[in-house]
């Protein structure tokens, strides 16, 4: 208690303690540190208010001073230790920075799965919350390091360069996925020019934390502080391998989706429908649509053997895998490398078919196909078209009249029976007139009006009289679109269709009796 000339009227036991030199009858100013003799005097300067607490530090210690003001004008200051609560309220809001920091790391790092964008994240979250720059170090590739470099409120850079990083203290160590060295260890003096760009300045600390991947280490973060600024303490370089810890696993992540990504895209180039194109005056066209939005390849398909030269058929298979999807698309696959062995036998279509179901039989498949293959040459005007069915819809065939007629053959399945049957009628193509061979996937697509009601082969004959004079492309592109807007919204199945026509024009020599001459519309 100090009265209000700033004199001590009373002292208790610990105020004793925590005040040594307090002694009543002695000034305050004598016995208490500044701040509380400045609240003092603020305090008995005035004669009402509320009485707010203050606060500052003795020997150390943190201290919050309460007063309670006498009616005699004496200020009673009731002292409470706040030290620990402060310090375990920094460290909660530390902590709370922490994980909030981390939380949203893991976010932005995991919201892509791709490598460069990953590394050039990680390399910007380091300098905005533990450095003023930051270097992403990948394994080497061809004897050289990849390196993302970033300064505090700068876009990171990327580069390759010559380098050995064992020059760098723990770095060779990190990128073999060893822990990392303490910080203390590394001198920053001694860090080569491809660490420190010169444009950064001098530098005053440095750690180097691994980034651990799965299986495999995903590479390396340096950090890197100013000259004059703060070491990195303890619990920064723990914070810098928790995050050093998502980075890496992300990192790793988006290596592995590129990795798997550029395997399929090789596998699926493989698997997907080729481009069909006119072949020795024998038009082509085709259209596929997979069941899935997001699917490119399903268990329709369609293939093109063209002929070596004019005098031979040109061999179009057109077929129906039981399923779809990816599964599906693996037998297509198969289905297609036979048949593509098979081309030396194409001029006798039973026993292509024969020799497929055999090996159809003899795989560990349970699932079965439709084809219908189709050789087509030209003939003069025309355009002659053998046909046979395996268990596959009819082609239909349009007259340059408007008048569609189906081709007169059928056939068992492949992959079920081990003695299947096969019938193959010949079909000739006036100019203009064309074969459309298509998969069920059109005629059972389901819509109009309820969205129950299956397209149906009477509309698919109507469409294509609606086509008579069309050129292959356009027939093929009207019956997509018209199936497509049959199912609207609703769901299908795979969806395939194959146009096989003879020119519209007349034939031209070629001039000076080279090369096989063109068509004229």
């Not at 495999?216 to 723990?238: C, K, N, Q, T, Y």
């Not at 298979?317 to 194409?346: F, M, N, Q, W, Y």
Request: hydrophobic share 40%; aromatic share 4%.
């Amino acid at each position: 208690m100090a009265d209000s000339s700033a004199a001590v009227r009373e002292v208790n036991g610990p105020a004793s303690l925590l005040l040594p030199r307090a002694r009543v009858g002695a000034p305050l100013s004598q016995t208490a540190p500044t701040w509380l003799t400045a609240a003092h005097r603020r305090m008995t300067a005035r004669t009402a208010g509320p009485s707010e607490p203050v606060c500052g530090t003795i020997e150390g210690r943190t201290v919050e001073a309460h007063p309670v003001r006498e009616s005699d004008g004496s200020v009673v200051w009731w002292l409470v230790d706040d030290t620990d609560r402060r310090l375990a309220r920094a460290a909660l809001e530390s902590e709370r920075e922490r994980t909030a920091f981390l939380t949203r790391a893991s976010t932005l790092l995991l919201s892509s799965l791709n490598a460069d964008r990953c590394t050039e994240t990680t390399a910007r979250l380091a300098t905005e919350h533990l450095a003023d720059a930051a270097l992403v170090v990948t394994p080497m590739t061809a004897r050289r390091l990849p390196l993302t470099f970033c300064r505090h409120g700068e876009p990171p850079t990327r580069s390759l360069v010559r380098a050995d990083p064992s020059t760098v203290p723990g770095l060779a160590e990190a990128l073999q996925g060893f822990p990392p060295v303490p910080s203390r260890w590394i001198d920053p003096q001694a860090l080569p020019d491809w660490v420190v760009p010169a444009e950064l300045g001098p530098v005053g600390s440095v750690a180097v934390v691994p980034l651990p991947g799965h299986g495999v280490p995903a590479g390396a973060l340096v950090l890197l502080r100013h000259r004059g600024g703060s070491a990195f303490d303890d619990g920064e370089e723990v914070l810098a391998r928790l995050f050093a810890a998502r980075a890496g696993a992300a990192l790793s992540a988006a290596r592995l989706y590129a990795q798997q990504s550029g395997i399929t895209e090789t596998l699926m180039r493989e698997l997907l429908p080729p481009p069909l194109h006119h072949v020795h005056g024998v038009e082509l066209a085709a259209a596929y649509t997979p069941a899935g939005a997001g699917e490119r390849v399903g268990g329709d398909f369609y293939d093109l053997h063209p002929a070596p030269d004019d005098s031979r058929e040109s061999l179009v298979v057109l077929g129906d895998v039981c399923g779809k999807g990816l599964e599906a698309a693996v037998l297509t696959g198969k289905i297609r490398s036979t048949l593509h062995a098979l081309l030396p036998l194409a001029d006798d279509h039973g026993r292509v078919l024969h020799l497929l179901n055999s090996a159809l039989l003899t795989s560990h498949h349970t699932r079965f196909a439709t084809l219908v293959l189709a050789s087509a040459r030209r003939h003069g005007h025309d355009v002659r078209v053998r046909l046979t069915s395996a268990g596959h819809l009819a082609p239909l065939v349009l007259r340059a009249d408007g008048t569609v007629r189906a081709a007169d053959t059928r056939g068992t399945l492949v992959g079920v029976l081990p003695d299947p049957v096969f019938g193959t009628t010949e079909v000739t193509l006036g100019p203009g007139e064309i074969c459309l061979l298509f998969t069920d996937g059109i005629t059972e697509a389901r819509g109009g009006p309820l969205g129950d009601e299956m397209f149906g082969e009477h509309r698919l004959r109507r469409t294509m009289t609606a086509c008579a004079g069309m050129p292959v492309e356009a027939v093929v592109e009207h019956v997509r679109m018209r199936t497509a807007d049959w199912v609207g919204a609703g769901r299908h199945d795979d969806m395939a269709v194959v146009a096989v026509g003879a020119p519209r024009g007349t034939h031209l020599s070629a001039v000076d009796g080279h090369g096989r001459g063109r068509y004229t519309g």
